[in-house]
């Protein structure tokens, strides 16, 4: 193991005050992370000693429903020793690889995050600019004293 990798025993509270990431984390998920990290990070003899799973596609979807939990993710992330900007900068790659699109909201939350952990954000102003379609309506109106504005936006032919 990398020796900057932070003992399970020093985050769980053994060894003095848990970490915030492992007091956030559900009973059931304790569970799994311990019995990951002592099976050598094995994933799915993890999933297998925690849940019920009675076939091979039940246990990829518990593995990718509980390790692609946020908190879990975190507290990996910390026991492996990650800084908020390496575990933005391995979510960015992640994004960056992935053949779909991504969604406005996303884009915004990413944004708010690397100004949050002080990374670069020209990259997603980049792919903010990129994202923009040909608007081909708009329409403005009042409802309950409140102003809206609609677009709709053209983003791609039919399949």
Not at 15 to 22: K, L, M, T, V
Not at 48 to 70: L, Q
Not at 112 to 125: E, I, N, P, Y
Request: charged fraction near 25%; glycine fraction near 6%; charge should be positive.
């Amino acid at each position: 193991m990398p020796n900057k990798w932070i003992p399970l025993s020093d985050l769980n509270g053994t060894n003095g005050d848990p970490a915030r990431e492992w007091v956030l984390l559900s009973n059931s998920y304790r569970k799994l992370i311990t019995v990951y990290i002592e099976s050598n990070y094995d994933k799915v003899a993890a999933v297998r000693a925690c849940y019920t799973c009675g076939t091979e596609a039940c246990v990829r979807t518990t593995i990718n429903r509980s390790f692609g939990n946020s908190l879990v993710k975190s507290f990996l992330a910390v026991h492996m020793g990650q800084t908020p900007q390496d575990a933005f900068r391995e979510e960015l790659q992640r994004i960056a690889s992935a053949p779909r699109k991504i969604s406005m909201t996303r884009l915004q939350v990413l944004k708010m995050l690397a100004k949050q952990v002080g990374a670069d954000t020209s990259a997603l102003t980049e792919i903010d600019s990129l994202s923009d379609g040909k608007v081909v309506a708009q329409k403005e109106f009042e409802k309950d004293g409140k102003k809206y504005k609609t677009t709709v936006t053209e983003i791609g032919d039919a399949q």
